[in-house]
C-alpha cells in the first residue's frame, strides 16, 4: 500500500507514528476496504507492539480513544476502559472491523441473526474478534482491572448509529458523526520522508 504522507494522521507522538507506519507498511495491505481478515491482521500487528501505544494516556478516570493510526483505507484507534463503563448498543457506521484486547478482559454483547436476542462472548488479553458491516454490539470491561484494546476499522469511521433494544429487536436511535464523539482531537499528518 502506497498513502501519500498528508494522507496519514495520528494523535500518538510522531515518533511513534512513524514508528506504527513501519509495522502496518510491512503486512503489505491493499488499498482497497479491508476485509475482516485483513483488520484482524492489523489489529494483531499493533497489539504486537505495546511500546508504541501503551504508555499514551488521555484520561486515567474513564473511558477514551486515542487515534493511532489512520489512512484513507483503514485506521487504528486504542480504546481504554477505565470503569465499568458500557459502549451502549452500536454499528460502525458502514465499516468492518476488528478489535484485540491487549490487557484485562471485556464483555461482548452482539444482535444475533434473528435480529432480536443476543448473544455474548469474553475476551481476554490476546484474543481477537472482527465484525462485518451490519454487526451491532455493546461492549463492557469485565476485568477488576482496566483493560486495554486496539481497534482496527476500515473504512475509517465516520460516525456511530446507537440502537435501543426492544422485544421487537434493535431499533436505531441515532447517528452519531465521529468527529462529534471525539474529545480528544489533535489528529495531525504524520511528516516523514515518503
Not at 115 to 120: F, I, L, M, R, T
Request: proline share 5%; hydrophobic share 40%.
Amino acid at each position: 500500500m502506497t498513502i501519500q504522507c498528508e494522507e496519514r494522521v495520528s494523535e500518538a507522538p510522531l515518533e511513534r507514528a512513524e514508528q506504527l507506519h513501519g509495522v502496518l507498511e510491512n503486512l503489505h495491505l491493499p488499498d482497497v476496504r479491508l476485509s475482516t481478515a485483513q483488520l484482524s491482521k492489523v489489529a494483531n500487528a499493533v497489539a504486537a507492539h505495546p511500546e508504541l501505544f501503551e504508555d499514551l494516556i488521555v484520561d486515567p478516570e474513564n473511558r477514551w480513544w486515542l487515534l493511532l493510526y489512520r489512512t484513507p483505507v483503514f485506521e487504528v484507534k486504542r480504546l481504554t476502559w477505565q470503569k465499568d463503563e458500557v459502549s451502549d448498543w452500536h454499528d460502525h457506521g458502514g465499516s468492518s472491523g476488528a478489535l484485540r484486547v491487549t490487557s484485562g478482559s471485556l464483555r461482548e454483547r452482539q444482535r444475533a441473526s434473528d435480529g432480536v436476542s443476543v448473544e455474548a462472548d469474553v475476551l481476554d488479553a490476546g484474543e481477537c474478534a472482527s465484525f462485518a458491516t451490519d454487526y451491532v454490539h455493546d461492549v463492557a470491561r469485565v476485568s477488576k482491572a482496566p483493560a486495554v484494546s486496539i481497534h482496527a476499522y476500515s473504512p475509517p469511521l465516520n460516525g456511530l448509529t446507537f440502537y435501543d433494544r426492544t422485544r421487537f429487536g434493535f431499533i436505531a436511535r441515532e447517528f452519531i458523526e465521529e468527529e462529534r464523539r471525539s474529545t480528544f482531537r489533535s489528529a495531525r499528518p504524520i511528516i516523514e520522508d515518503c
